[in-house]
């Protein structure tokens, strides 16, 4: 096999692991809209193993345990997802989002600083737009 042959099979597969991931994901986003979190969860969890710096798996698996009543489950969830995805600012207001609800104001604050900070480092502006509409539920 030469090398634009060897370049084709790679970039194949890479296409095909691509297309992989994001049938996991809608998979997993419709059964979750279909009011099924156990089993979006079930097929959520295959996403993450397979592209863990994916922060949408860890983000979804946070929701399902979410809607299955399980918010400390949630919590490492979207913890996980801080520590493996490539952008932990979502991932980080989510657990914003849980620790108020639950209380715990001053690390919700902290998260919410540290998503602040890792948003403005991107200068993705939806990124801190969704910074800046948390900072306004406090």
């Not at 809607?67 to 207001?93: F, H, I, K, N």
């Amino acid at each position: 096999m030469n090398t634009a042959q060897m370049a084709t099979r790679s970039a194949r597969a890479a296409v095909d692991e691509a297309r992989g991931i994001e049938a996991l994901y809608a998979t997993g986003y419709w059964l979750l809209s279909q009011d099924r979190p156990a089993d979006a969860a079930c097929v959520l969890r295959a996403m993450a193993l397979v592209a863990p710096a994916d922060d949408r798996s860890w983000l979804a698996l946070g929701t399902c345990h979410e809607a299955l009543g399980q918010p400390e489950v949630a919590l490492q969830m979207y913890g996980t997802g801080r520590v493996l995805a490539r952008s932990s600012v979502r991932c980080d207001l989510a657990r914003a989002r849980i620790l108020r609800a639950q209380g715990r104001n001053d690390e919700a604050e902290r998260t919410v600083v540290a998503a602040a900070d890792e948003a403005e480092g991107t200068l993705d502006d939806a990124l801190l737009d969704l910074v800046s509409a948390e900072r306004g539920r406090r």
